[in-house]
């Protein structure tokens, strides 16, 4: 996948997630992971993220999702905390 491939495919699911998914997803799902394939719009939701990964893949063995970790800006965080 181009550069700019990647960068349209993070966009529609990202969308999709902003669009159709927030609303339905933070109320109950808070802090899960949720994998998004944005060709069909499905997602796959687990409590790590090998869990929603692992979903999707299942259903959709030879396409790529995009996974999120719903209520937060990034899935994952890495750094260290100042003192």
């Given at each position: 996948?181009?550069?700019?491939?990647?960068t349209?495919?993070?966009?529609?699911?990202?969308?999709?997630?902003e669009?159709?998914?927030?609303?339905i997803?933070?109320?109950?799902?808070?802090?899960?992971?949720v994998?998004?394939?944005?060709?069909?719009?499905?997602?796959?939701?687990?409590?790590?993220?090998?869990?929603?990964?692992?979903?999707?893949?299942?259903?959709?063995?030879?396409?790529?999702?995009?996974t999120?970790?719903?209520?937060?800006?990034?899935?994952?965080?890495?750094?260290?905390?100042?003192?």
């Open positions: 996948m181009s550069d700019s491939e990647t349209d495919f993070i966009a529609r699911a990202e969308n999709l997630y669009v159709k998914l927030r609303s997803l933070e109320p109950k799902h808070l802090h899960e992971f994998a998004i394939e944005p060709e069909s719009g499905d997602y796959f939701l687990g409590q790590t993220l090998s869990e929603a990964v692992g979903a999707a893949r299942r259903s959709y063995p030879d396409r790529i999702t995009h999120m970790r719903v209520g937060h800006a990034a899935a994952l965080h890495f750094g260290m905390q100042l003192q």
